[in-house]
């Protein structure tokens, strides 16, 4: 083997390697991607959030300032005010009161890369595998050269 292959093989697996930690490493392309996908999900759900919050504060205010919203909240609760009746139908059911959805729990999802071990592993293989494919194709040239060699004499 000249220096020449052996160079190249190394600067082939290198190149593997390389490539290997930019598309599918840890800090790579792909995770890249997974990590913009979870970005996305977790603004929507703060989003969501913050909705359930605001209405929320809206109806806690009303409910601490406006003397309408604290009466209707009463009536539903069965309360009456002085000079007022209270008739209750018996078949009719109160309206159910609004339950808010405090959200789905959002967790960060693992994300998947090629670890650093397996990239250097891979790589290894390639720089063994080009050597061997080298090694080969020389021994079968010199052999072949032998054979036509011998066959002139």
């Known amino acids: 083997m000249n220096r020449f292959h052996f160079l190249l093989s190394i600067v082939v697996s290198v190149a593997v390697y390389v490539c290997i930690g930019i598309l599918w490493g840890r800090e790579g392309l792909w995770a890249y991607n997974q990590l913009q996908e979870q970005k996305v999900i977790l603004n929507m759900s703060a989003e969501r959030l913050q909705d359930i919050n605001l209405r929320l504060n809206a109806e806690y205010n009303a409910l601490q300032k406006d003397k309408d919203i604290i009466a209707a909240y009463a009536k539903k ?42 990239a250097k592993g891979i790589a290894l293989v390639v720089f ?12 079968v040239h010199r052999h072949a050269f032998t054979k036509v060699r011998s066959a002139q004499y």
Do not use: C
């Open 77 to 118: 609760l069965g309360y009456v005010s002085k000079g007022e009746r209270l008739v209750k139908i018996t078949g009719i059911g109160n309206p159910p009161f609004t339950v808010y959805d405090a959200g789905t729990k959002t967790s960060r999802a693992e994300i998947i890369f090629i670890p650093e071990w397996a």
């Open 128 to 139: 063994i595998f080009y050597n061997l494919v080298y090694s080969v194709s020389v021994l």
